[in-house]
């Protein structure tokens, strides 16, 4: 079985080295900021080989921008609460709870500085933008089906997630609950 | 006479050297992103040698620092319109101009990442943002003093500040006068 296939397994070995990889990588970026670390540093942290990481990822950027997609896909997915309200009350609870958790941070700052790293990361931070706009469209097309008055997903970007994000990025914490559920209210 | 008293010489060389290793700094940052080059290539690229540099700022970190207060401290003065809307809407307009110019994405991303490296850069972050909070409030006063109803500096900054940034961030451009205007509008 050739090491690309053993990547691939799901589950055993393979996924073990991803996750304490994508780990290191997260608690890098928290204690040092974005850029500031090599492979080798993520490798030692992990307690893997330098070559698994460049074998597996090709470079630092690579893995740095699948560690992003991998934290933002796979957190805050789309509520369906029967409201427009409720959803993107806890649409924005969810997200708030992700960027001003323990690693929020360092993945919003990924995000941010995926805009600014090259093509590959450009462009895996287009695609990554352009997928949470579209399950966020779902979202409000779903509200305006029902016959309510809904938004766009620039709308909710401009000035529901932009706010939390830009007071994370700032340190200008915390985003109580008061405040989230009123940038919601203000939208609607 | 010591470096140092040469290095406070308003003008002359000193001075020159500066702004050519600013230039260097924000270069770089536009070519490959926060935190991916070192005090040896802002060197080489302004022509001096990396010892003015550590002499001068002491360290890369409150180098970048310098440069981020300079840049936005120099730039969009508040405006005095003599009404809110107008006041509102020209600093909007200034800021849009200088974040989406040929440095305006470094000096953004430059802004972010300060919050996020060390405590040398956490606090000129934080003192750079409490003073633009408090010129911002500033203006505000002003209009509630001619009795017009005005929002407060956190709601400037939530609502025309932040999409403004986010979309600056995230490739979103451009800023167009209607979209930035309609911030403005929207938030009165």
Redesign the interface.
């Known amino acids: 079985m050739s090491e690309r296939q053993q990547a691939r397994r799901p589950g055993g070995r393979s996924a073990r080295v991803g996750a304490e990889v994508h780990q290191a990588v997260t608690d890098l970026i928290s204690e040092r ?4 670390f090599t492979v080798g540093e993520v490798a030692a942290r992990a307690g893997v080989a330098d070559s698994s990481i460049y074998r597996r990822w090709g470079s630092l950027e690579a893995l740095l921008t699948d560690v992003a997609l991998t934290r933002l896909n796979a957190q805050s997915p789309m509520p369906d609460t029967g409201s427009l309200a409720g959803d993107l009350r806890t649409y924005a609870a969810n997200v708030a709870r992700e960027i001003t958790g323990p690693d929020g ?1 360092a993945v919003v ?1 990924l995000a ?2 995926l ?4 093509q590959q990361g ?1 462009q895996a ?2 695609d990554l ?1 352009a997928e949470r706009m579209r399950q966020l469209q779902s979202m409000l097309d779903r509200a305006r089906e029902r016959g309510e008055h809904a938004p766009d997903a620039f709308g909710v ?3 529901v ?3 939390m ?3 994370v ?4 914490g915390p985003l109580t609950p008061d405040y989230v559920d009123g ?1 919601v209210d203000r939208l609607l």
């Open positions: 900021g974005y850029g500031n941070l700052r941010v500085a805009s600014g790293t090259g450009l931070g287009a933008r970007l401009d000035h997630l932009a706010p994000y830009i007071r990025l700032f340190g200008m940038l």
